[in-house]
């Protein structure tokens, strides 16, 4: 089994449409988890980190579900820009190494 | 630029050669990692790095890979006798320990094709 798993879609949505992806992780000790967006042929960057009271970031917010191992994102007035792979990371118990998800791909249509 | 940083960006080599990268990472940071990365998949675990000390090695990376950090600083990763299959994207990453839920800050990576 792998330790994240993600939909990984694609996701085809108007501009302004209200979009959510969700991620499940299998290592409950797991300590940190961070949502990375990742533009086609570039490196992954930081999205936003999720913290266990949730949080949010302009029209982005990211929530954690410790009891159901699954971290959430929601992106609200969705833009053009937005178009990306959203990538669920999580880091091992003992904040050794990060964990991968293989990407929910959004695409925003005008 | 202080970002992480990584040469070269591109890599086209016949299968059977070998192939160094070097990362250099943000300065302060003291954890490297390398992971790799296919179309359409997330980046996998390769090895990491605490200072100078290689801390984990993935069971992807095999005998043909070899990674260092000899002074705590840059690091190179080494693939030797190329095969088609480590056609891939290789990303380092770094991240300062200093507080428990810092992020990893990724360099451009290098894409490798071995043709």
């Known amino acids: 089994r792998k330790e994240v798993e993600q939909d990984p879609g694609p996701f085809n949505v108007p501009e302004g449409a209200t979009v959510a992806f969700n991620c499940t992780y299998s290592n409950s000790a797991s300590q940190s988890f961070f949502w990375y967006r990742q533009d086609c042929r570039k490196e992954p960057k930081l999205l936003m980190s999720?913290?266990?009271s949730g949080n949010e970031d302009g029209r982005f917010t990211a929530q954690l579900n410790r009891a159901s191992q699954y971290i959430s994102l929601l992106i609200r007035d969705s833009k053009l820009s937005d178009s990306a792979t959203y990538l669920c990371?999580?880091?091992?118990?003992?904040?050794?190494?990060?964990?991968f998800g293989s990407g929910t791909k959004l695409n925003v249509k005008p | 630029d202080t970002g992480v940083s990584q040469d070269p960006r591109h890599k086209i080599t016949k299968r059977g050669q070998n192939v160094t990268f070097r990362c250099d990472p943000i300065s302060e940071h003291n954890r490297l990692y390398w992971y790799r990365q296919t179309l359409g998949q997330g980046p996998e675990f390769l090895t990491y790095f605490q200072n100078e000390a290689q801390l984990e090695k993935s069971r992807l990376l095999s005998d043909r890979f070899s990674a260092e950090r000899p002074k705590g600083s840059f690091s190179t990763l080494e693939i030797q006798r190329t095969e088609q299959g480590d056609s891939a994207m290789y990303l380092c990453a770094s991240r300062s320990t200093g507080a428990p839920n810092t992020e990893a800050f990724f360099g451009q990576g290098t894409r490798l094709t071995v043709v």
């Open positions: 990371v999580v880091m091992g118990y003992n904040f050794n190494k990060f964990y």
């Open positions: 999720v913290y266990s």
